[in-house]
């Protein structure tokens, strides 16, 4: 279990970030947080679960109107000794009994009764006592012991005794837990979820190292704060933790309370004859987390003819879990009426892990909805939320986008809609992912993707089922069309030269859509040139994609030289012949140009002033662009610089460095990257979209967007002088060879550190770094490329080096120990770097 909990860990922490060394020990990471949002105009108390989490200060929200701050730390509370049991016990006691004397004097005695049934009364076994003789063998046993003692022993001996004494005194404390909070307010129904979640059998487990700390955070939320998703970090003063969703909603929120399962849901009430708590009043929000084996259950009332719809958000609150197969918290929602009949079960919703349900109310009365995992494991950060009420939700909607700048109306259709068009945004730049939602009667939709592009757009017509159809269109050119019926057939026809490179790509999964596509690309003989299915783009187990949250890469793409000279068609179907008003798309018809997009990894960093972190920027270049992309920071304070910041021709990725100012103005900053290139004789540029590196089941991972690229400064921490290189700006380095890189401050008081070491991050295999020397202002060190490693393909990019200081620790015994160990002093800006194959 030991080694199982160790590789979680290990697994958790590659899933972050996949950071760099010492620089990013130790900082904050956020599993979950339960409840995973609040209400708008309330005050609402959270637990943030992870690890690391000693000393934190400050929460970062990000989006107007909502505001946390850490109330309290809680360490693991691991499995309850006898001390500490009896203590929470007499506690619990003394609040239940308080709650009993509050009931009516005819139930009072059946309740206390059955709380505390009697138990049988053991023997005691008899003490034995200590003789004269046990007691002066005992004193000369001591007194022998002591003239052996040394000074040094003595030493050991106290600290030993003050660590015991420390520790007694851990043992003999309440113990501290976000459940125990506000005890005294406790309903007997929450007194004996405590009891449940603390003391049950199954909760005698090794602990998941990733979730055993706790931070209890209050979030404000304004009135008229903007409903939806919102990210949250922590910060301590190791670090700045990565993003986690937090939503705000329109709804009352409501809290499961264990035992609520289907053979246990109120079971209090019904053992005590207790009255029956008041069904839940819709529309309300349910909140809660599946443990293993778990299943919830909440009851409501409903009135005839309401068209509710039931909405979970569970992998929408945790994308992706790194240690748990397929990969997040795969919920499942069934409906019942109060006599026990199953009336609406769902799974998913279209594609969509996180199932969503439409039932319309047959008869006035009361329900239960019923969540758990669809093979029944749980964990801490299986937190769940179920919207429940008769709010809009859209479930169709065309078009799906719209060129950048023109006006745009898309037409919709849903559950509890009135309201049929809806205005999408296009202005600014093209080729970008956006989303809009709904209001209705004071009520926020579920929010739809759709695209902005940069060509000329039209719609498809009715009748272009086959080829003597087709629809007739010039290049480039974006259709916005549907897949109306299972079986049907979209064809688009245009003029082409032998030698022209045509793409063909359908934007559809990525924006929401059902549509499964496959295009193929016919000539005027009706033989398919080239077709496609479903098109991915990953680096090993690395997925490249524009949402970072697809895992069924369901939209199609080609590019394909055409032979000769004539008419050519464009033929898209579903590959699984279904159909319908939803299965939407955009297809993107054009001569190869070339574009691209960008990724930046992490998406949060911690550094002191003056320090350097290193970050990782990921190329999802597209229809054959190859050419070099110079990265930058865009309106950025003043202090903040990137080093090594040239994306070289044909990488798809590439290190940088980010460097912050001595003395910033204020703690933390909001940054933004963007990237420039030269893209068909046009400079064009590009946001660096801030992202997390998250693994997935083990093995996959993707690049997963996030709201802000947020930098904290902290106090404390290494930082290695801002250096540049003697000699150029580039090292050049051939195949099976060696070249000395010397680096000197920039300014007058900068002095290199002395007794360094120098560590390689992520570099290429094949190069290493050796004989490092310090002298006054300057630093020389030897960089090597060994010849088989490059003999067939150089390299160009970026080396990130960590300096690093050695010390050797002392023992309990206050010896110096064998092993000695290093500590960080911080990053040196990136060396770009040129590898030649012989």
């Excluded at 660590?163 to 004996?192: A, C, T, V």
């Excluded at 309300?284 to 003819?305: H, S």
């Excluded at 090594?644 to 798809?652: C, K, R």
Aim: glycine share 8%; proline share 6%.
């Amino acid at each position: 279990m030991r080694c199982r909990a160790a590789v979680i860990m290990c697994l958790v922490c590659l899933s972050g970030a996949f950071a760099f060394g010492a620089l990013n020990v130790n900082s904050p990471q956020i599993g979950y947080l339960y409840p995973a949002g609040g209400q708008k105009g309330t005050v609402v108390r959270i637990v943030a679960g992870g690890q690391f989490f000693r000393g934190a200060n400050k929460v970062h929200i990000t989006g107007d109107g909502v505001s946390a701050e850490v109330v309290e730390y809680f360490r693991q509370i691991g499995n309850l000794n006898k001390e500490r049991r009896v203590l929470l016990d007499a506690r619990l006691k003394e609040v239940m009994d308080k709650r009993i004397s509050e009931l009516p004097s005819n139930i009072r005695a059946k309740v206390k009764a059955s709380l505390y049934p009697k138990r049988k009364q053991g023997v005691k076994k008899p003490v034995r006592k200590k003789g004269k003789a046990g007691k002066k063998a005992a004193a000369g046993k001591k007194a022998a012991t002591a003239k052996k003692t040394t000074p040094a022993k003595k030493k050991a001996a106290a600290a030993e005794t003050k660590k015991k004494q420390q520790l007694k005194g851990f043992r003999y404390q309440m113990p501290k837990h976000p459940l125990l909070d506000d005890l005294d307010n406790k309903s007997i129904r929450q007194l004996e979820h405590i009891r449940k979640m603390l003391y049950m059998p199954r909760n005698k487990l090794q602990p998941n190292r990733q979730l055993a700390e706790m931070v209890s955070i209050e979030v404000t939320i304004d009135a008229d704060a903007k409903p939806g998703n919102r990210e949250l970090r922590i910060q301590t003063p190791t670090g700045l933790s990565d993003p986690i969703v937090f939503q705000v909603g329109s709804f009352p929120e409501k809290y499961e309370v264990e035992p609520n399962n289907r053979k246990a849901f109120d079971p209090i009430p019904k053992m005590l004859d207790l009255p029956r708590p008041k069904a839940i009043k819709l529309p309300a929000v349910l909140n809660g987390q599946i443990r293993p084996g778990d299943v919830d259950r909440f009851r409501f009332r409903a009135e005839k003819g309401q068209k509710l719809v039931i909405e979970a958000h569970a992998r929408s609150l945790i994308p992706y879990l790194a240690d748990a197969v397929p990969g997040w918290f795969q919920a499942t929602i069934a409906l019942y009426r109060a006599s026990g009949s199953e009336v609406a079960f769902a799974d998913d919703y279209e594609f969509n892990p996180d199932p969503v349900m439409f039932y319309e109310i047959a008869m006035t009365g009361e329900y239960e909805i019923e969540i758990r995992d669809s093979i029944y494991r749980g964990r801490e950060d299986f937190v769940y939320r179920i919207v429940v009420g008769a709010q809009p939700f859209i479930t169709e909607m065309f078009p799906l986008g719209g060129k950048a700048g023109s006006r745009t109306i898309a037409d919709v259709d849903g559950w509890n809609i009135t309201k049929k068009k809806l205005k999408l945004d296009t202005a600014g730049a093209g080729n970008a992912i956006r989303h809009a939602a709904m209001e209705e009667k004071g009520c926020v939709s579920n929010s739809m993707a759709y695209a902005v592009g940069q060509f000329s757009e039209c719609v498809e017509s009715d009748s272009n089922d086959n080829i003597s159809q087709a629809q007739q269109i010039s290049l480039p050119m974006v259709i916005n069309g549907r897949i109306e019926t299972p079986g049907d057939a979209d064809v688009f026809s245009f003029s082409g030269r032998q030698g022209d490179e045509i793409v063909a790509e359908v934007y559809a999964r990525r924006l929401n859509s059902p549509l499964d596509s496959l295009v193929r690309l016919i000539d005027s003989r009706g033989v398919a040139v080239k077709f496609n299915d479903d098109y991915v783009v990953k680096e090993s187990h690395l997925h490249k994609d524009m949402t970072g949250l697809v895992t069924h890469h369901a939209d199609s793409y080609l590019v394909a030289k055409l032979p000769t000279d004539g008419t050519y068609y464009v033929q898209l179907t579903d590959s699984q012949r279904h159909g319908g008003k939803s299965y939407g798309y955009r297809l993107r018809v054009c001569k190869r140009v070339g574009d691209f997009a960008l990724r930046v990894t992490p998406s949060s960093v911690s550094m002191p002033g003056g320090g350097t972190m290193p970050l990782r920027v990921h190329v999802l270049r597209a229809d054959g662009f190859d050419g070099r992309i110079e990265l930058g920071l865009k309106d950025a304070p003043a202090g903040f610089q990137i080093a090594g910041g040239t994306v070289p021709a044909g990488s798809d990725m590439v290190d940088i460095t980010l460097t912050a100012p001595f003395k910033p103005a204020q703690s933390t900053f909001a940054l933004t990257f963007e990237g420039s290139a030269e893209v068909g004789g046009q400079m064009v540029t590009r946001p660096a979209i801030p992202a997390d590196d998250l693994m997935q089941a083990f093995l996959y991972r993707h690049l997963v967007p996030s709201q802000q690229f947020l930098v904290a400064i902290r106090k404390k921490g290494g930082r290695f002088p801002v250096v540049k290189i003697v000699g150029g700006d580039t090292v050049h380095l051939p195949a099976g060879g060696s070249a000395e890189v010397v680096l000197r401050t920039i300014g007058k008081k900068a002095w290199m550190p002395k007794d360094v070491k120098l560590a390689l991050h992520q570099a290429p295999e094949g190069i290493s770094v050796s004989n490092v020397k310090t002298q006054g202002r300057e630093m020389s060190f030897v960089l090597k490329a060994e010849k088989d490693a490059f003999a067939k393909k150089g390299f160009q990019g970026n080396l990130i080096l960590e300096a690093l200081r050695e010390y050797t620790p002392k023992g309990k015994n206050g010896k110096p120990l064998k092993t000695k160990r290093k500590y960080t002093i911080g990053a040196i800006p990136a060396i770009p770097i040129v590898v030649k194959a012989p």
